[in-house]
């Protein structure tokens, strides 16, 4: 008998409405955002703004008036995208609640 194995990938799950089904969506977002985050590359990310940041800061200490608008944007940037992917998990974590005390509810 040839044995098949079944992974969460091949579960389509059943939702009762489509709040459930967007939580549930944010909720995996949430967690592929914390995955990136916690993997080698997110941690490249993060460590990598914050050197553009730091960089900035220094920079910022000597730079001419007409250079400061241009500075601080940048830093903004390297900080911004940051704020991103933490409002990512920060939704998906809120939905996860949500959907759980949907499910305890029942």
């Known amino acids: 008998m040839d044995k098949t194995e079944i992974t ?3 579960i389509t799950p059943q939702f009762n409405n489509e ?17 990136f985050l ?18 900035i800061s220094l920079e910022l ?5 007409e250079d400061v608008k241009d500075l601080q944007m940048k830093a903004k940037i ?13 939704k998906g974590e809120m939905a996860h609640q949500q959907l759980k005390e949907m499910n305890d509810g029942k």
Do not use: C, H, Y
């Open 19 to 35: 709040t459930e089904k967007e939580l549930f969506s944010q909720a995996q977002d949430g967690l592929a955002a914390d995955s």
């Open 38 to 55: 916690n993997s080698a590359t997110g941690r490249m990310v993060i460590d990598r703004s914050q050197e553009e940041v730091d960089k």
């Open 61 to 65: 200490i000597n730079a001419k008036i």
């Open 78 to 90: 390297a900080v911004q995208a940051l704020a991103w992917i933490a409002d990512v998990v920060a």
């Open 8 to 10: 969460p990938e091949d």
